[in-house]
């Protein structure tokens, strides 16, 4: 079994970075869904510069990952990252976000960047 213990000025730095709710948001949409920062423009109504800040703060903390697939970046939950197990339970804890990728497609405005 892996060791959840995790430090607290560790968990606390991720507390502080999950404490944007805009972040949190990514954070359990890319658990469930690979997003471009297109796609989070659309769900958050708000600039590219500004989702990119966030995109940047939870890439830098290791929490997110990216692939490149053609001209576009995709984004994902990273499973590997050393406290991921202590991510996800907070995650699991969230409601489902499925809904605002749901919107974009019905409404027409979800981008397709493959």
Request: aromatic residues 8%; hydrophobic residues 35%.
């Amino acid at each position: 079994m892996l060791n959840a213990n995790i430090e607290m000025n560790t968990a606390s730095e991720i507390f502080k970075l999950l404490g944007h709710e805009t972040r949190l948001t990514m954070l359990k949409i890319l658990d469930d869904h690979d997003c471009c920062v297109c796609e989070f423009v659309e769900i958050f109504q708000a600039t590219q510069p500004s989702i990119s800040q966030h995109i940047r703060k939870l890439k830098d903390s290791g929490l997110i990952k990216e692939e490149r697939r053609g001209q576009w970046i995709f984004y994902s939950t990273n499973e590997e990252n050393v406290h991921y197990h202590f991510i996800i339970q907070l995650l699991n804890l969230l409601p489902n976000q499925n809904e605002k990728l749901k919107e974009l497609e019905d409404s027409g405005t979800r981008i397709k960047c493959e």
